[in-house]
């Protein structure tokens, strides 16, 4: 029950709710409730399970049971193909949210960088005299070590 960690109130209704027992489940979907069984069973479509271990269906898997049907019925994919199909999907789903969220670390971390580099700049001192290049003259100054007289 995933949806549970989402929701602001305990009984507020998600599409990730699971409130609907097979045969309304089999009827939204317009699929017999054996189909559903067998898809339970093959693991394309996994509904929660109350505590007597009866399926419930939450709005989420109503749509991904029609999916599944119009992968079968209109593409002509397999039932294992579908499989393959629903987990490729639910891992890019995965990874979109991984890269969203370290996108956010790093934009988080570039802003912290941004916000030290300006508290550096900011404590630089004021009153220090700028560097001015200044330029050397071009005259050559020979010095010569005078000669020590000799004594008579």
């Known amino acids: 029950?995933?949806?549970?960690?989402?929701?602001?109130?305990?009984?507020?209704?998600?599409?990730?709710?699971?409130?609907?027992?097979?045969?309304v489940a089999a009827q939204l979907s317009g699929l017999h409730p054996q189909t559903l069984r067998q898809y339970d069973r093959l693991?394309?479509?996994?509904?929660?399970?109350?505590?007597?271990?009866?399926?419930?269906?939450?709005?989420?898997?109503?749509?991904?049971?029609?999916?599944?049907?119009q992968l079968s019925q209109d593409e002509g994919i397999n039932l294992a193909g579908i499989k393959r199909i629903i987990e490729l999907e639910n891992q890019v789903a995965a990874l979109s949210a991984r890269?969203?969220?370290?996108?956010?670390?790093?934009?988080?971390?570039?802003?912290?960088?941004?916000q030290r580099e300006?508290?550096?700049?900011?404590?630089y001192r004021r009153d220090l005299v700028p560097y001015q290049d200044v330029q050397q003259a071009s005259a050559l100054v020979?010095?010569?070590?005078?000669?020590?007289?000799?004594?008579?």
């Open 43 to 69: 693991g394309l479509v996994s509904p929660d399970r109350t505590a007597g271990r009866g399926r419930r269906y939450s709005a989420r898997d109503i749509e991904l049971l029609r999916q599944v049907q």
């Open 118 to 123: 300006a508290q550096v700049h900011a404590s």
């Open 1 to 23: 029950m995933e949806g549970i960690g989402r929701r602001r109130h305990p009984y507020e209704l998600t599409d990730e709710s699971p409130v609907y027992v097979i045969s």
């Open 142 to 152: 020979v010095w010569r070590p005078k000669r020590e007289q000799k004594k008579h």
């Open 99 to 114: 890269v969203a969220e370290l996108q956010s670390v790093v934009d988080g971390a570039a802003a912290a960088m941004q």
